[in-house]
């Protein structure tokens, strides 16, 4: 059994610079031994926000999930308060199973591809440099069909 993925709470502090990414800033407590005082400590993360429903100052939880790219490793899994326009205005945050949906329906056309190009190199269609890649990509459709 895997264990439930950790759950953030953080404030958007930059939205609309990056393509479905927001910048979410995360606070906690930090012990400082010698002054035997608490001190917040801030930790920022760039998070999936798919359907770019997010905007800055918004209050948000994340949690990792699977890796999306290089630097982005948590995902939105809900609003919990706006900041501007109102929930119902903008598009809906994808749910867990939503997500695992549209990665799916992403990963099968990838394969399909994938198995395309391979059956097409196996019939000889690619011979090598002598053909434009829209020439290719048309035998390569031809064959698929």
């Known amino acids: 059994m895997t ?5 953030l709470c953080g404030v958007v502090v930059s939205a609309g610079k990056m393509m479905r990414a927001v910048k979410v800033r995360t606070a906690k407590q930090t012990y400082n031994s010698f002054l ?3 001190f ?6 760039l998070v999936s926000d798919p359907n770019d429903s997010l905007r800055t100052g918004d209050v948000v939880k ?7 790219s290089r630097h982005i490793k948590h ?30 329906i992403r990963k099968e056309a990838k394969n399909l591809r994938k198995a395309a190009r391979l059956s097409a190199e196996v019939q000889g269609v690619n011979d090598g440099a002598s053909m434009e890649a829209g ?11």
């Open 40 to 45: 917040l400590t801030y930790n920022s993360y």
């Open 62 to 68: 994340i949690t990792n999930e699977k890796r999306v």
């Open 3 to 7: 264990p439930q993925p950790k759950v």
């Open 135 to 145: 020439e290719v990509r048309e035998k390569v459709a031809a064959t698929v069909r």
């Open 75 to 104: 995902v939105v899994t809900e609003i919990v308060a706006p900041w501007g326009p109102a929930i119902e205005e903008r598009p809906k945050v994808l749910s867990a199973e939503e997500r695992y949906e549209k990665w799916r």
């Open 36 to 38: 035997k005082k608490h």
